[in-house]
């Protein structure tokens, strides 16, 4: 049995033993800090740290689903990974193996990272128990490079690797890639992506989305998906992404139609004095919570 967080740094601040320790908890929360190939800011290795500590402020009840999820699923909050002497493939092995432990204890896992290339090992790691789930990905970018500066373990170079995988990816939020990425996009069946602005004028875009996915989804989060004015936060903002409620109404038609079997949500690069964007990723991560438990699905 992994040992749990205490209500002083576990994730919203639960003071109920029975709803925030491991053996008794559907949930469990980690945390992966790697932070190795970041391209312009830094600073996400403090992000999931930073996200748990907002969600202290984020109200244990949801006025949408009328429920507090927290009580019905019990959420448990284990120690942070260590990436000591660990990068690229060691590293990537170790959040595999993290996360399959919890997997192995029929645990729901929500991942927090640092930069995108650990989504490689949350990824990985459900594929030992689940072989036919689509990955939804909300970015900013493609993240389909072949390998950036060299490194094929690139957080520009993460979706790349998920394909390689044989895993099929629909994508929302897109506004910055290169040709090679947008080549890869035209000419894999296993990639169905929305541009950003294919999004704007109305919401029958997430119909086609839930159509195009697995009955099994996961689901990677890259804060910068949202628009900065939502998540100003990250670690290469983007202008024109997504906004709060368009975010969660996808979130929510995802929930209901399908099975999410895991979830994480990463790159965010905490600023002084600026709390917006790990609190709403806090709000964010219980939000999809409250609609899988809503709808029976945790």
């Not at 003071?15 to 908890?25: A, I």
């Not at 949801?62 to 002497?85: L, R």
């Not at 950003?196 to 099994?216: F, G, S, T, Y």
């Amino acid at each position: 049995m992994s040992q749990a967080l205490s209500s002083d740094n576990n994730f919203l601040g639960i003071t109920e033993p029975e709803l925030y320790q491991y053996d008794t908890s559907k949930v469990v929360i980690q945390s992966a800090p790697y932070e190795h190939t970041s391209s312009y800011l830094q600073g996400s290795k403090l992000g999931p740290s930073a996200i748990i500590d907002a969600s202290h402020f984020v109200e244990f009840y949801d006025e949408e689903t009328d429920q507090e999820a927290y009580k019905k699923i019990g959420i448990a909050t284990v120690e942070e990974m260590d990436f000591e002497g660990k990068v690229d493939k060691d590293a990537v092995d170790l959040i595999e193996a993290e996360t399959l432990k919890h997997i192995n204890n029929n645990k729901f896992v929500v991942s927090l990272g640092a930069e995108h290339t650990v989504s490689l090992g949350f990824v990985k790691a459900h594929l030992h128990k689940y072989n036919d789930f689509s990955v939804l990905q909300i970015d900013a970018h493609s993240d389909l490079r072949l390998e950036y500066h060299d490194n094929p373990y690139s957080h520009a170079s993460v979706l790349a690797r998920i394909h390689d995988l044989g895993v099929p990816i629909c994508q929302v939020g897109i506004r910055a890639q290169c040709k090679q990425e947008a080549d890869l996009i035209k000419s894999s069946p296993l990639i169905n992506t929305w541009y950003a602005h294919m999004i704007q004028e109305n919401d029958a875009w997430m119909d086609d989305v839930i159509a195009k996915l697995n009955d099994k989804v996961y689901i990677t989060i890259d804060a910068d998906g949202f628009d900065p004015s939502v998540m100003p936060a990250v670690g290469t903002a983007e202008p024109g992404g997504l906004m709060w409620h368009q975010g969660l109404k996808l979130m929510r038609k995802v929930a209901e139609k399908k099975q999410v079997i895991g979830f994480d949500i990463v790159e965010c690069a905490p600023k002084e004095s600026e709390i917006l964007t790990q609190f709403n990723l806090a709000k964010l991560l219980y939000k999809i919570l409250g609609y899988c438990t809503h709808y029976n699905k945790l």
